[in-house]
C-alpha cells in the first residue's frame, strides 16, 4: 500500500465516529438474541446436546440463519462422536447464506482439520486473509490450528 493510502485510511480511522468501533453497534443497543444467549449457556456448560436441540429449533423457524448454521455445526463438532457429513453441511449452508461469514469459514476450517484435509483449511484461511482487512480473531486462530495441527503431523 502506497504511504499516502495508508496515511489517508489510519487519519480517517482516527477520526471521530469513523473509526472501527463506528462499525459494530455497542452491545447495549443491539437487539439480544434468545437462542444466541442460550447457546450461550450451554456452550459454558459444554452441553453440546443442549446447545444442538436449541439451535435445530431455531433452524426450524429460521432456516435462513448463518448465525445459526455456523453454531449448530459447531456444536456437533465439538460434541461426543460428530457427524462430520452435518457438521459440513451446515458450515456450507452458513456460507451459501452469507459468503463472508467470518466464523463459519473458521470453524469449517478447523472442522477440514479434524479429517486430515490441510489444504481446505488453508483455503478458508487465505478467504479469511481477504475478509480481514486488519487482523481479526477467526483470522489468527485458524492460522494457529493449522500450524497447531502441522507441528503435531511433524512430531509423530
Not at 71 to 97: C, Q, T, W
Not at 114 to 125: F, P
Not at 128 to 146: N, Q, W
Request: hydrophobic fraction near 40%; include cysteine.
Amino acid at each position: 500500500m502506497k504511504p499516502l493510502h495508508r496515511s489517508l485510511i489510519i487519519a480517517l480511522i482516527a477520526l471521530p465516529g469513523i473509526g472501527l468501533a463506528a462499525e459494530t453497534p455497542s452491545m447495549s443497543s443491539a437487539p439480544r438474541d434468545p437462542v444466541l444467549e442460550q447457546f450461550a449457556a450451554a456452550k459454558a456448560k459444554n452441553e453440546w446436546g443442549e446447545a444442538q436441540a436449541t439451535l435445530r429449533q431455531a433452524l426450524a423457524r429460521n432456516p435462513d440463519n448463518a448465525d445459526y448454521h455456523n453454531l449448530y455445526a459447531y456444536s456437533i463438532r465439538k460434541g461426543p462422536n460428530p457427524d462430520m457429513s452435518l457438521v459440513f453441511k451446515h458450515y456450507n449452508e452458513a456460507l451459501r447464506i452469507d459468503p463472508d461469514h467470518r466464523g463459519a469459514h473458521e470453524y469449517l476450517g478447523e472442522a477440514y482439520l479434524m479429517v486430515g484435509n490441510v489444504a481446505k483449511a488453508k483455503e478458508h484461511l487465505s478467504v479469511l486473509d481477504k475478509l480481514c482487512f486488519f487482523p481479526c480473531d477467526e483470522y489468527s486462530d485458524l492460522k494457529k490450528a493449522i500450524a497447531d495441527y502441522e507441528r503435531k503431523q511433524v512430531s509423530r
